[in-house]
């Protein structure tokens, strides 16, 4: 029988570390795992705006037929200019198009569905480390990936001259994943002039650049954030970007995305729409509603956007905050924290060995992902020292 023949399937390293996490009774345990963004006391809210905006819409909200593959499309235009900037949408017309997504993995999912429709077995160029699910949802969609080095360790920082030569072997067409901020799991974007030279590479050899942009908002600011992304549109014929508003409006389980495809004329763009709606139909059929609308009620209401933009803005204060305090550790035995303040978002990665990452877990209640990924947000401003003598402390009891 087909399912007998079935051996388990290994768990998800991350989603596995939650629920050990969750088993844990350890009052003082400490969730450094997955990617959510915390308050000082640990929590994960729903912020204000959202539930302000869920109040609006169980009032005003008339009915609850299908909408379409596409989803909901006023969210989709909503969101656009938070994404690209007013002007650049302007510009851009009719050759911007999108959907919505069953959140940021979805707008991935969908964007390689449209690649590999088109072209069977097409190369995506993915530089690592990245986020782990990447290569599972390209590979789903029978794209071929091709990794390259993109972070230097012992600088702490992008490795652009790996980038730039694995860019130059890359065949015209080939597609390339960018994380459009806070890279996941390092931390460390590149540079305004880095960006502006993978930009020529990619102009220059006709590569097709897939953007993956979570987390805009929780670096700096929704507008440095979004610069390098809007940059590069500017620049290239046609991109592909999968945008999640689940960290930067706190909606994580209802799985808010959208996928815009930037195509090189209006007819193009229609036509690339058409085969979203296709695909999405073939999957899911359509994306579910309620985290989409509560996304286009806040954008679309003055008073809500504002405070919705207040609280992001404290979300990235505390972020830095937390980053800064663990770079002000400097050096914690083998390890110099002191990179984590020029690096952006939630994530840091620890150059530290499968070891001790399991004592910190066992002989101390730090929860983090085996890759040596860790989530600055996990950590609050009164547990910085706590962590920086557990850091210090299974690095010693390792090496003896
Ligand atoms: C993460 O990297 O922790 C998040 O993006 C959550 C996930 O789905 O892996």
Redesign the pocket.
């Known amino acids: 029988m087909l399912l007998d023949a079935l051996n388990p399937h290994p768990a998800d390293g991350?989603?596995a570390l939650m629920s050990l996490y969750a088993a844990d009774t350890r009052r003082s345990k400490l969730d450094l795992?997955?990617?959510?963004y915390r308050t000082e006391a640990g929590a994960t809210p729903v912020m204000t705006a959202v539930k302000q905006a869920e109040w609006k819409l169980l009032q005003a909200q008339g009915s609850k037929s299908y909408l379409g593959p596409e989803g909901d499309l006023e969210f989709v235009r909503a969101l656009q200019p938070l994404v690209f900037g007013a002007t650049l949408v302007a510009d851009l017309g009719a050759r911007l198009t999108g959907v919505q997504t069953v959140g940021?993995?979805g707008a991935l999912r969908l964007a390689a569905d449209l690649v590999a429709g088109a072209s069977p077995g097409h190369v995506l160029w993915l530089g690592t480390p990245s986020?782990?699910?990447h290569t599972p949802v390209f590979a789903a969609s029978g794209l071929r990936v091709r990794s390259y080095r993109q972070f230097d360790a012992a600088a702490q920082g992008f490795d652009l001259a790996a980038t730039l030569a694995a860019l130059e072997r890359a065949g015209a067409g080939d597609l390339v994943l960018l994380h459009g901020c806070c890279h996941?799991?390092t931390g460390a974007d590149p540079s305004a002039e880095e960006w502006e030279q993978v930009i020529e590479v990619i102009v220059r050899r006709g590569l097709l650049p897939l953007v993956d942009i979570?987390y805009q908002g929780l670096g700096r600011d929704p507008e440095s954030d979004a610069w390098a992304l809007r940059r590069l549109v500017e620049c290239v014929p046609q991109a592909l970007v999968a945008y999640s508003c689940d960290k930067n409006f706190g909606l994580y389980r209802e799985r808010v995305g959208a996928l815009y495809v930037v195509a090189a004329s209006g007819a193009a763009a229609a036509a690339a729409s058409s085969h979203l709606a296709a695909h999405a139909r073939a999957s899911y059929s359509m994306p579910a509603d309620h985290g989409a609308a509560v996304v286009r009620t806040i954008l679309g209401d003055a008073s809500l956007r504002a405070a919705w933009s207040e609280e992001l803005r404290g979300m990235a204060a505390r972020v830095n905050g937390i980053r800064g305090a663990l770079a002000a550790l400097g050096q914690v035995g083998a390890i110099e924290l002191s990179p984590l303040a020029r690096q952006r978002g939630l994530?840091a990665l620890l150059p530290l060995p499968a070891a001790a990452i399991e004592r910190l877990r066992i002989d101390h209640g730090v929860y983090m992902a085996g890759s040596g990924r860790i989530?600055v947000a996990g950590l609050s401003m009164g547990a910085v020292a706590r962590f920086g003598d557990a850091l210090r402390t299974v690095q010693t009891a390792v090496a003896a």
Do not use: C
């Not at 795992?33 to 959510?36: M, N, P």
């Open positions: 991350l989603l795992g997955v990617g959510v940021g993995t986020w782990p699910n996941n799991p979570a994530f989530n």
